[in-house]
């Protein structure tokens, strides 16, 4: 069964950090592009960053560039996303996705074209 495990959410203080992680169960990451959403309450889906198979592409949202960023450790089968200089916009539940095609080692999508999805981690910023 597949199954993605998203950790290290919790409450920071404007300005802090979190790293997120995305495990992955019952199957190898190798060659899935994984993306990285959040939802905050009353707002749309946002996708925040992706990262191809190979690891070789990224992409990040505009109102995360610069803040965060996401890398993967395939020996580990885990898919990080570093969040610095957290803002209280950043609060939302953090969710991460798994999609397998035959570009996904070349390219990734901030969009939730993913067939697979964990269950989230909140992440709430607030002093």
């Known amino acids: 069964q597949l199954q993605l495990v998203e950790s290290g959410g919790g409450l920071v203080r404007p300005g802090g950090s979190l790293r997120l992680s995305c495990a992955a169960s019952?199957?190898?990451?190798?060659?899935?592009?994984i993306g990285w959403f959040r939802q905050a309450p009353g707002k749309e889906r946002e996708g925040v960053s992706c990262?191809?198979?190979?690891?070789?592409?990224?992409g990040y949202a505009d109102s995360v560039k610069g803040r965060f960023t996401i890398s993967r450790d395939d020996a580990k089968n885990t898919v990080y996303l570093q969040m610095n200089s957290l803002k209280p916009e950043d609060t939302a539940v953090y969710r991460c996705?798994?999609?397998?095609?035959?570009?996904?080692?070349?390219?990734?999508?901030?969009?939730?074209?993913?067939?697979?999805w964990g269950q989230g981690t909140q992440v709430t910023v607030s002093s």
């Open positions: 996705a798994a999609e397998v095609t035959h570009y996904s080692d070349y390219y990734c999508e901030t969009k939730p074209l993913y067939n697979n």
């Open positions: 019952g199957f190898s990451l190798d060659h899935y592009a």
């Open positions: 990262i191809s198979g190979s690891g070789a592409s990224t």
